[in-house]
């Protein structure tokens, strides 16, 4: 018998299956839709909605034999030497990024890298800067420039402090009744976050490596956490990179949300932003209308560059 389920949590070669009875069935792909999408690294995601099949020689074990048509998702290149694909999570309202500018940094090309990435497979993107208890007065001056490109570029911003209880509130209002997928460093804060957004989630904190200051990861694998009012958060594990995958090159500029406008008035129709005359992007950043670290992001994704912090 086909039953229907949300994929919660992925192990690797196992995931847990929610059924409609909220039953938890640890499920396994067959080997014909793996071979379907041979270029995925996983074909199966958390967030998923599939058809699986309760095996019979075994309890409490079913194989996923369909993937039903995602709402989204969202993808990123396998790791830095691989071909494939690795899809993060599936059917999200919200992903969220939780940046922070110190221990460790997050860079402006990361983050980039992560809007292009919801912009691509229509995702709303929300990014929160975490450890404002860590930043001085210079470290704030720092936060507000950079809040104010993306803010300016269209972006819902929020800073704080993952130990802070009034930010945390606030975000606690906007996630509730959806699903949402947590990214970001390892070491920026995702569980201390999500443990104090919903205290029920139990997300493992480790402390920041002091030789490297980054995080040790924490989140091994992607896990949905099922949290009151029908909220669902998606932890992912850390991320290095975030190199930006099945978008053709002479759309990238399209998925900066202040080139689109801009564009309009470029003298080709197919303008790159890059040499060409009458460029209306590059006017506007030799203007100010458009931030200089966001076209710079845009070209160092048109020619394929990776970022790792």
Same mark, same amino acid.
């Given at each position: 018998m086909e039953l229907t389920g949300t994929v919660i949590k992925s192990t690797g070669s196992w995931y847990q299956i929610l059924g409609a009875?909220?039953?938890?069935?640890? !499920?396994?792909?067959? !080997? =014909? +839709?793996?071979?379907e999408d041979s270029d995925m690294s996983n074909p199966v995601a958390v967030g998923d909605k599939v058809v699986y099949e309760l095996d019979l020689n075994y309890a409490? $074990? #079913?194989?996923?034999?369909?993937?039903?048509? /995602?709402k989204n998702h969202i993808i990123r290149k396998s790791n830095?030497?691989?071909?494939?694909?690795?899809?993060? #999570? #599936?059917?999200? @309202? +919200?992903?969220? *990024?939780v940046a922070s500018l110190v221990s460790p940094r997050t860079s402006l090309g990361f983050i980039d890298r992560f809007l292009v990435c919801c912009e691509a497979f229509h995702i709303p993107?929300? +990014?929160?800067?975490?450890?404002? @208890?860590l930043l001085n007065e210079n470290g704030m001056e720092v936060l507000a420039e950079i809040r104010g490109i993306y803010e300016k570029a269209g972006y819902d911003c929020m800073a704080g402090s993952a130990l802070d209880s009034g930010?945390?509130?606030? +975000? /606690?209002?906007?996630?509730?009744?959806?699903?949402? *997928?947590? $990214? !970001? %460093?390892?070491g920026a804060g995702k569980s201390t976050l999500l443990n104090n957004l919903f205290p029920g989630a139990n997300a493992r904190v480790? #402390?920041?490596?002091? %030789? %490297?200051?980054?995080? =040790?990861? $924490? $989140?091994?694998?992607a896990e949905m956490h099922l949290l009151p009012?029908?909220? /669902?958060?998606?932890?992912?594990p850390g991320i290095r990179d975030f190199g930006v995958v099945d978008v053709p090159e002479n759309e990238i500029g399209q998925y900066f949300p202040e080139f689109r406008k801009v564009s309009l008035s470029c003298k080709f129709n197919d303008c790159q932003h890059t040499n060409e005359p009458g460029c209306a992007v590059k006017e506007a950043v030799e203007n100010g209308e458009i931030?200089?670290? /966001?076209?710079?992001?845009y070209l160092s994704i048109l020619r394929g560059e990776d970022v790792f912090q």
């Open positions: 009875d909220d039953k938890v069935i640890q !499920g396994r792909i067959r !080997g =014909k +839709l793996r071979l409490d $074990t #079913a194989s996923i034999v369909t993937v039903l048509p /995602r830095k030497l691989s071909s494939k694909r690795q899809v993060i #999570a #599936a059917n999200l @309202d +919200l992903a969220v *990024m993107a929300l +990014l929160y800067f975490n450890k404002t @208890d930010s945390v509130a606030e +975000l /606690r209002s906007r996630f509730e009744g959806k699903t949402i *997928m947590e $990214t !970001g %460093h390892s480790m #402390a920041i490596s002091e %030789h %490297h200051e980054k995080g =040790k990861h $924490t $989140t091994t694998f009012n029908n909220t /669902r958060i998606i932890d992912t931030s200089e670290e /966001r076209y710079y992001s």
